[in-house]
């Protein structure tokens, strides 16, 4: 492995056990930074908006990343269309920290992701399964995240992903040697990775939850069942109190093990954003059959 | 000996990897006030300094570590846990626990895309050059008169120890060198 991926998957472990907040404004990156987030998604629109807006969603303007940069100290991510290496090379050269490949915007091409190893700058990659994660880190990506789905509030996928991740991890790790190959035949992965897997009973890279979480205790479940960290996307700033609500995500995340306070820090937090039932989603809207 | 590490968030299983191999180590991870008092020593690992220092100021455990340091036991801060230690923040108005007396400067390479990886020399640390990494790092700009300077780069200190205070810029707990906690641990 080169020197530069190993630096990238290194400040993904830096990000563990925290909060990444979507922002849209300076404002809100400075609210996320306040309440304890370990860095912020520099978006146009969060996802709850992209679903009732409609139409194409495409990279940020530079102009609302470089702001949100200047107006916090943590890192900053920023999203690119799954596919689109130029969006991607605008954001290196904007000296982004971590580049999300994400679902959530419109993808810019149906058959290929981003060659992530022609670029210096991290990438974050979606993921449902196993096979699909593997496939992201194989084409580069030094973290992984659930899709989950995204602006909802309904965190059913995310916790579909990560158990179906693990529960892939696990039986890898029960096979023999000369099952592996046939098993990354079957996940359509790399058999490097698959070997790595079997042989360390983890992904090689640090695996957030995102997509669906909207109160402390669905950051808590996700912690729970496995999750590095979490994404947070409209789940904070369409909610009635932000401020309150994001704090409480970051405590939450940290002592996720700890009930009382779990218990504590999700009182009076005002209501939630605006939820969907996933079975209401029609075929085309569900983001995370983006990709593959 | 029972050693903590601040389990807030970061690289945490990280530095508990790298003590387990180190024998006569207990590592245990250490969040709340009763786990913090029963450590010999203690690590504030990598990670983000603001969410950290929040973490410590709102569950009231900046007292805590505070007593240990006082009490004599060695505590250590990579990167974002430096910053926790320092007394001056050049770039922020907030001081976290305060108890170092060194002058650091947050994010002082640049961003991910300036991060990178050297050879050091420390010698009360190694006889040899040490693996460094470095990712979104502070470094010192200046240092108070009882502490010693133990590492720099480009003229930069990255590492420096005042009695049982230990900083270091980098990230020992990222290569698979054991020397600076042999150092610490007073192991060598």
Known sequence: MNERYELNKNLAQMLKGGVIMDVTTPEQAV????????????????????????????????????????????????????GHFVEAQVLEALKIDYIDESEVLTPADESYHINKWQFKVPFVCGARNLGEALRRIGEGASMIRTKGEAGTGNVVEAVRHMRTITAEIKRLTTLSDEELMTAAKELQAPYELVKYVAENGRLPVVNFAAGGIATPADAALMMQLGADGVFVGSGIFKSE????????????????????????????LGEAMNSIDIRDLSEKDLYANRGW | MRVGVLAIQGSVEEHIDKLKRLDGITPVEAKDKETLKRVDALILPGGESTAIGKMLNDFDLKDVIIELYRSGAPIWGTCAGMILMAKHIVNDDKVHLGIMDIKVRRNAYGSQLDSFTTKLSMPDVSKDEIDAVFIRAPYIE??????????????????????????????????NDLSFYKYFLGLQ
Do not use: C, Q, W
């Not at chain 1, 309440?35 to 990279?59: K, N, Q, T, W």
């Not at chain 1, 995340?253 to 999700?266: G, R």
């Not at chain 2, 120890?161 to 230990?166: K, M, P, S, V």
């Open chain 2, 142 to 175: 200046d240092v108070g008169e009882n502490v010693k300077v133990l590492s720099r780069y480009n003229g930069k200190i990255v590492a420096a120890r005042e009695g049982n205070l230990f900083a270091t810029s980098f990230h020992p707990e990222l290569t």
């Open chain 1, 241 to 268: 109190n932000p401020e309150k609500r994001a704090e409480a995500i970051v405590k939450a995340t940290t002592y996720y093990d700890k009930p009382e306070i779990i218990a504590e820090v999700s009182e009076g």
């Open chain 1, 31 to 82: 609210i996320a930074e306040k309440a304890g987030a370990v860095a912020v998604m520099a978006l146009e629109r969060v996802p709850a908006d992209i679903r009732a807006h409609g139409g194409v969603a495409r990279m940020s303007d530079p102009k609302i990343i470089k702001a949100i940069k200047e107006a916090v100290s943590i890192p900053v991510m920023a999203k690119v269309r799954i």
